[in-house]
């Protein structure tokens, strides 16, 4: 019963914006996992929500990051909903060498680049400085790579999402976020079935 009432009184000190933000991430995660297109307006909405709560966390690279992936949602949802897409589904595709190159090139240049920026302009804009700095840039810039591969389909998306997603969950536990952390625990585990039914997908278009 002790456990049962901590629970509860863990749950009323979650914000209903949290609430609202982790449950429309889980499932924009797991239609994207399932390949199914309403993955799309419901990550618009999720999105639009951490924008709020990463502000007020002081992830300022987080915050930054959702306006990318707002564009990115938009981008997904038009790319996957017209022309060949929306007879057949679009198929997936596997990673090229070149590819790799340019976002390890992307992933080396952004975060640095992020981070010496987030340090520097906190005293010259006269806000609260960012927590992690150059490790929420690294995050941010392999966030960036992810998203673009998700929405071209390319199936090591999901690879880079796990390894990204385990990084946040400790990040959003140290700030306090827990159903965040929580939600980005689950995204791992997501992210690994996406990985596994894409992966079976793209056998099924190679035989």
Known sequence: MQIIHTIEEWLKQQTLLETTGVITGLLCVYLAARNKIWNWPLAIISVGIY???FYDA???ADMGLQFYFMAMNIYGWYFWSTGKAAAVKTPVVKVTPKQIRYA???IALVTPA??????KLA???HYTPASFPYL???CTACSLIAQVFLARK???NWLLWVFVDIIYVGVYIFKGLDLTAIM???YVAIALMGYIDWRKEYNKQTM
């Open 123 to 125: 005293p010259i804009l």
């Open 104 to 106: 390890a090139l992307i």
């Open 58 to 60: 002081r992830l300022y």
């Open 184 to 186: 980005y625990a689950v």
């Open 51 to 53: 924008i709020f709560i």
């Open 154 to 156: 390319i199936l090591e």
């Open 136 to 138: 929420d840039s690294f």
């Open 114 to 119: 992020l981070g010496f920026a987030l340090v």
